[in-house]
Antibody, heavy 116, light 111 residues
Framework: QVQLQESGPGLVKPSETLSLTCSVS????????WSWIRQPPGKGLEWIGD???????NYNPSLKSRVTMSVDTSKNRISLNLRSVTAADTAVYYC??????????WGQGTLVTVSS | QSVLTQPPSVSGAPGQRVTISCTGS?????????VHWYQQLPGTAPKLLIY???NRPSGVPDRFSGSKSGTSASLAITGLQAEDEADYYC???????????FGTGTKVTVL
């Protein structure tokens, strides 16, 4: 059974960089696309971007100027960096595996609050 | 930034049938991209409920069914149960965005 686990700071100051890692267990990161998705408190889901195990990326145009994703196949994990954060970036951040155009496995999510 | 529109809420008594609509456009559902549905119980991560418009992953009860027509899709829940009370989201791919899009979400309440 594939399991995903997000990790990273729960509090980030405005204008700084949000950095999260998603560790994948129970299966290889290879041959799949992986995605980051976020959900502001009480709101809906927003796709941030995705990354193939080879490292190729595709980002949401609304966040593209601030987002970088990377993959480490040796450690079976993917990472997210979101620069110049504001309070609007406060959300639960999920990593998920992409299969058949949908998201079949999700991490439990991690709440990141942007505040000074 | 949701480009897929869902009703904010639907409700039904136990045992009843409810449906949730998901309306898109010619750049997503209407462009023949598949629709997927997720169930999000309070305080938990979304769970894949329907993939490829109408397919259920292993372990999902057959009370849940999905369909797609034109620029819209629907999720039906028959024999509504208390445990079905959750938020439901549709999702597809959008060629204009060149990325994945989610619906606005629907809260299902069991009366």
């Amino acid at each position: 059974q594939v399991q995903l686990q997000e990790s990273g700071p729960g509090l980030v100051k405005p204008s700084e960089t949000l950095s999260l890692t998603c560790s994948v267990s129970g299966g290889s990161i290879s041959s799949y696309y992986w995605s980051w998705i976020r959900q502001p408190p009480g709101k809906g889901l927003e796709w941030i971007g995705d990354i193939y195990y080879s490292g190729s990326t595709n980002y949401n145009p609304s966040l593209k100027s601030r987002v970088t994703m990377s993959v480490d196949t040796s450690k079976n994990r993917i990472s997210l960096n979101l620069r110049s954060v504001t309070a609007a970036d406060t959300a639960v951040y999920y990593c998920a595996r992409i299969q058949f155009g949908g998201f079949d496995y999700w991490g439990q999510g991690t709440l990141v609050t942007v505040s000074s | 930034q949701s480009v897929l529109t869902q009703p904010p809420s639907v409700s039904g008594a136990p045992g009843q049938r409810v449906t949730i609509s998901c309306t898109g456009s010619s750049s997503n559902i209407g462009a023949a991209y598949d629709v997927h549905w997720y169930q999000q119980l309070p305080g938990t991560a979304p769970k894949l409920l329907i993939y490829g418009n109408s397919n259920r992953p292993s372990g999902v009860p057959d009370r849940f069914s999905g369909s797609k027509s034109g620029t819209s899709a629907s999720l039906a829940i028959t024999g509504l149960q208390a445990e079905d009370e959750a938020d439901y989201y549709c999702q597809s791919y959008d060629s204009s965005l060149s990325g994945y899009v989610f619906g606005t979400g629907t809260k299902v309440t069991v009366l």
